[in-house]
């Protein structure tokens, strides 16, 4: 069973930044695919972003491509979402997700996805 913590939302004001963090529990967590998901009041969980377990390869929803990045650290077995220019419409609770090595499907998809951390709220004032 796979633990995810995220931290580092918080209220910001449009065209700030912020970092979100999520550190797993397992201790194989560089064999695990890493996903962010958001879910904005009355509507449904939408992909963010992911990466694959080594970092390399990295996906992105179109409305934050060039805007935020993910990235992991596989030493301290975290994965990150840095925000950059955040808008108020990224206003949601974002959460990490993370899918075991012999998942397949598209990162995009959260029904690829075995562990989901609790999720941490992120507010964007206009």
């Known amino acids: 069973q796979v633990q995810l913590v995220e931290s580092g939302g918080g209220l910001v004001q449009a065209g700030g930044s912020l970092r979100l963090s999520c550190t797993a529990s397992?201790?194989?967590?560089?064999?695990?695919?890493m996903g962010w998901f958001r879910q904005a009041p009355g509507k449904e969980r939408d992909f963010v972003a992911a990466?694959?377990?080594?970092?390399?390869?990295?996906y992105y929803a179109d409305s934050v491509r060039g805007r935020f990045t993910i990235s992991r650290d596989n030493a301290k077995n975290t994965v990150y979402l840095q925000m950059n220019s955040l808008k108020p419409e990224d206003t949601a609770v974002y959460y990490c997700?993370?899918?075991?090595?012999?998942?397949?499907?598209?990162?995009?998809?959260?029904?690829?996805?075995?562990?989901w951390g609790q999720g941490t709220q992120v507010t964007v004032s206009s």
């Open positions: 997700a993370a899918r075991h090595p012999v998942i397949s499907g598209p990162y995009s998809n959260s029904a690829s996805y075995n562990y």
């Open positions: 397992e201790h194989t967590f560089s064999s695990y695919g």
């Open positions: 990466t694959d377990r080594s970092g390399v390869l990295t």
